[in-house]
């Protein structure tokens, strides 16, 4: 109950004493570039222990791990490129990237390769939903630090603000309809679609929203 009152209240992201004061800023604090890029770190560990459990993962992983299974990459260097052609439909869409933007691109990339080797792969499936939880949990926690930091949004996020802008849909409709197409395309590509891609659809907003909560309240 907690949880969902947490994300009831959460209707923006709160600024902390480290907090940037705008997006596009070339010359941030040190300690919000430190909890950037930690933020960032845990968002692409929890995103990777979904993968690892083998029980379903996030809808834009769906489609990196397809795009991995037709080419020669690793699923983190199809996250990267998949990233960087996302950036390039920002161009008509007017978005400007910022700090936070580009080291999306590279951290969770990098931690997709470098930790995947790492995380447990559990045999028994009841192991694998709860790391999926896991995971789900600590994505939205990376969340908190990464919005909380304000040096620009991601490649996916900005794609959703900027295709709202543009089309005046409700922003819920305009992020789930890009995210089921994400999950088609990466399914016809052999993708893994899972109960994991259940949960994180269902329970990524109130993570997000708790993660958010908890780093406002306990890292000001």
Do not use: C, H
Not at 30 to 58: D, Y
Not at 87 to 101: A, D, E, N, R
Not at 136 to 143: D, F, N, Q, R
């Amino acid at each position: 109950m907690k949880l969902l009152t947490i994300f009831r209240l959460i209707k923006n992201i709160p600024k902390t004493s480290w907090s940037s004061k705008k997006p596009l800023n070339i010359k941030p604090k040190i300690k919000t570039l430190l909890f950037l890029i930690f933020g960032l770190f845990l968002f692409g560990l929890g995103e990777t222990l979904l993968l690892a459990s083998g029980a379903g993962v996030s809808p834009w992983t769906v489609l990196a791990e397809g795009i991995s299974i037709y080419s020669s990459y690793s699923v983190g260097w199809s996250t990267f490129w998949m990233s960087l052609a996302v950036l390039l439909l920002w161009i008509p869409l007017k978005q400007k990237p910022g700090i936070g933007t580009i080291l999306n691109v590279i951290i969770i990339a990098l931690v997709f390769d470098y930790t995947l080797p790492y995380l447990p792969n559990p045999e028994n499936y009841g192991f694998k939903v709860l790391q999926v939880i896991i995971g789900v949990l600590i994505t939205g926690l990376g969340s908190g630090f990464y919005l909380i930091s304000n040096l620009g949004p991601g490649p996916r996020d900005g794609l959703m603000t900027g295709v709202q802008r543009i089309t005046g849909k409700p922003i819920a409709l305009v992020r789930s309809t890009i995210e089921v197409i994400v999950v088609f395309f990466g399914w016809k590509l052999g993708g893994t679609v899972g109960l994991g891609t259940i949960i994180f659809a269902l329970g990524i907003g109130p993570t997000v929203a708790a993660g958010i909560y908890f780093v406002s309240k306990n890292f000001k």
